[in-house]
């Protein structure tokens, strides 16, 4: 990573909505466009906040990607939030989604009769290979490419240990994986020490926190019943077994329990 290289990249995330076949197949197409257009929304709701990001889809693929290009703290930080509000949002309406965070060169340009759009560049390869790497697609959530960890240890030094630490991202072998509740465990401290009530739970910092937890409860629901099921396909199995170990590693059992206890009654 040199300094050309951080002027002229983008934060780009990639993202698999996984069984999108199965969905446009078994359900109505207005009801498939509703699941995307839900998550998508979470995007958009959050205005100003994120407004240097933009979107693009084509069937099972959703890409958020940096507007203007160049590196900034900003564009790190915003991306990776949009990681995990998708990430949940999609898995709070029963839609896993596996993906991937990279930085570098990414080109968007309309035609020359501007009507087609045309991109492509060497974060969107590096976010598809990461995704769709043996090891992580034992999982489903979401990865950082080696590349968007180079450009913040170029720019800034210490940032990626300061957010691990923090639990914001967790190491597993080669790479980071994100913590897509990383809010959880301070709602779970407020809800103890009485900051939030049972009569605030249904519009606590909503929408994050009801996706948060109906989030984590269909993943750990779906592990227990393939696990349950005799004829259960041991491949699906294995990720959200995976998964489920992961999240819960991430957020401590009293604090998954907890979120388990009000999903069921949000």
């Not at 974060?123 to 990865?143: F, H, P, Q, V």
């Not at 606590?204 to 629901?221: G, M, Q, R, T």
């Not at 259960?232 to 999240?247: A, P």
Request: aromatic letters at 14%; glycine letters at 6%.
């Amino acid at each position: 990573m040199d300094i050309f290289q951080l002027q002229n990249g983008r934060y780009l995330l990639y993202l698999d909505v996984l069984g999108f076949k199965q969905v446009v197949q078994n359900r109505p197409a207005h009801e498939a466009y509703e699941i995307i257009n839900k998550a998508l929304a979470e995007f958009h709701q959050r205005g100003m906040y994120i407004r240097e990001f933009k979107t693009l889809y084509f069937s099972d693929t959703i890409i958020f990607y940096q507007d203007p290009v160049g590196w900034g703290r900003w564009a790190f930080s915003d991306i990776y939030a949009i990681a995990g509000l998708v990430w949940t949002a999609l898995a709070a309406n029963g839609i896993p989604c596996r993906g991937a965070i990279s930085f570098g060169e990414f080109f968007v340009e309309l035609d020359s009769n501007k009507q087609h759009s045309i991109f492509f560049g060497k974060a969107l390869i590096d976010a598809y290979e990461t995704e769709s790497n043996k090891i992580n697609r034992e999982w489903m959530g979401i990865t950082l490419c080696p590349s968007a960890c180079q450009a913040v240890d170029y720019a800034e030094s210490g940032v990626i240990d300061v957010l691990t630490s923090e639990r914001r991202f967790f190491q597993v072998d080669e790479g980071l994986r994100l913590n897509p509740f990383m809010k959880l465990p301070s709602s779970y401290f407020d809800y103890q020490i009485g900051e939030i009530t049972d009569d605030d739970l249904s519009t606590w910092d909503a929408p994050d926190f009801p996706n948060d937890v109906k989030a984590l409860e269909f993943i750990l629901s779906k592990k227990e019943h393939y696990q349950q099921s005799s004829d259960s396909n041991k491949q699906i199995t294995s990720k959200y077994v995976t998964t489920s170990q992961m999240f819960t590693d991430m957020l401590g059992p009293e604090c998954v329990e907890w979120a388990r206890n009000i999903a069921k009654i949000i």
